[in-house]
């Protein structure tokens, strides 16, 4: 748990660094190439390995998102003091939260684990529920959990959310096509960057 929080200090460190870079360089182009900036060269900092080490106290999910704050208002060229105003930026660029976002990306390594896309075989860390329940047909039992440390850890964060996905978006047939169903499940009024 240490090495996670000294890593998170050290990721918003880097990107906070990057960004800096970023503003000083092009500080005068416009709002698109800032923004493609932002989720080329930021952005892939704040959510490397993120299904792995994800944040769940505030303050930390606070330092994260602080950094794409800051990106908002860079992007946008917008610095008022004013409440609400990073709020409305944020959703004027149609950004998706970080937590959101790594919300996402959890249940995708779920599915990439269920449909062997990656080499982490399920059945270590995760039993099928065989018994005939509402909803889809691969519904996994949730793990029990004594710590908080556990408890906030990938599967027992993760296993609730993929059980209470639609049937049409888990059985999905390749990777593109659940990443799409279910951002649009997720997120349905937001446009979504790779």
Known sequence: ?????GNQKDTVKKAQRVLNVVRRNLWSCNSTIKETAYHSLVQPLLEYASTAWNPYLQKNN?????????????????????????TKLLRDLDWQPLESRRKSQRITMLYKMINHIVDVPISNYAKFNTRNTR?????????????????????????????KLPAHIVNCSTIASFKSALNDHLHPSIRHHV
Request: aromatic letters at 12%; hydrophobic letters at 25%; a positive charge.
């Open 135 to 163: 909803g889809h047909q691969q519904k996994l039992i949730q793990p029990r959990h004594h710590k908080a440390v556990y408890k906030q850890s990938f599967f027992p964060t993760t296993i609730p959310e993929w059980n």
């Open 62 to 86: 606070y330092s994260l998102n602080s950094i794409q704050r800051q990106a908002a208002r860079f992007c946008k060229s917008e610095y008022s003091r004013e409440p609400g105003t990073v």
């Open 1 to 5: 748990m240490g090495d996670s929080i």
